[in-house]
């Protein structure tokens, strides 16, 4: 299967502290997307990186990508009690059409 | 507000009934989205339309049937669930599906509860 496995399946940090999350795939891939969902909510986008990009910044989201290893990392940095929730990565492959993958995510809790 | 409205957003219902999940999106996206998410599993794609024609089935049992009569509106029927099929039913939406990189937006959900 194309999806992506997200690691560590939960995380508790402290208000402020970084939020490091993984994410590896199978087969190769055009993009690594990574998507935030609030308790019972819809999936909201977050960051996109090609394949021919190794690190993108968003505000306090780092997103590196490894193609070598199969592997994406998503960083958030100085997290807040508002970054509770679950986080996906999405890998799209190069078929026919864009078909977009899910993992079964990382659920992240920050304490304040 | 994603652009992407989904009803209703809760519905129980029974085994014997007919049910249908509806979804509007207001973003002139050529591509729209079935997903079930349920505990502990990987978000499943169910069906796939571009331009109204279904272009993906993902083995997805007969009892779910969709419906996209245009661009703008996407619709679940349902009828004759199981228990198992409980689950919360995202459908999403993305510009078209030709071109890579589409940024996929979601619909806030329904949650359905099979008694």
């Known amino acids: 299967s194309q999806q992506g496995e997200e690691d560590p399946q939960a995380l508790s940090i402290q208000e402020g502290e970084n939020a490091t999350m993984n994410c590896s795939y199978k087969t190769s891939i055009n993009n690594l997307q990574w998507y935030r969902q609030n308790s019972g909510r819809g999936l909201v986008h977050l960051i996109l990186?090609?394949?021919?990009?190794r690190e993108k910044h968003s505000g306090r989201l780092r997103v590196t990508l490894d193609t070598s290893k199969k592997s994406s990392s998503l960083l958030i940095t100085a997290s807040r009690a508002a970054d509770t929730a679950s986080y996906f990565c999405a890998t799209d492959n190069s078929g026919g059409y864009q078909k977009v993958t899910f993992g079964t995510g990382t659920k992240l809790q920050v304490i304040p | 507000e994603t652009g992407v409205t989904q009803t209703p957003r809760h519905l129980v219902m029974g085994m014997t009934n007919k049910k249908s999940l509806k979804c509007e999106q207001h973003?002139?996206?050529?591509?729209m989205y079935w997903y079930k998410q349920s505990a502990k599993k990987p978000l499943e794609l169910m069906f796939v339309y571009s331009l109204e024609e279904r272009v993906e089935n993902n083995s997805v049992p007969s009892r779910f049937s969709p419906e996209c009569p245009n661009s703008s509106h996407l619709f679940l029927h349902l009828h004759t669930l199981q228990p198992e099929d409980s689950a919360l039913y995202l459908c999403a939406s993305s510009q078209d599906t030709r071109t890579s990189g589409n940024t996929i937006y979601f619909g806030e959900g329904s949650w359905l509860t099979v008694v």
């Open positions: 973003l002139g996206h050529n591509a």
């Open positions: 990186i090609r394949s021919n990009e």
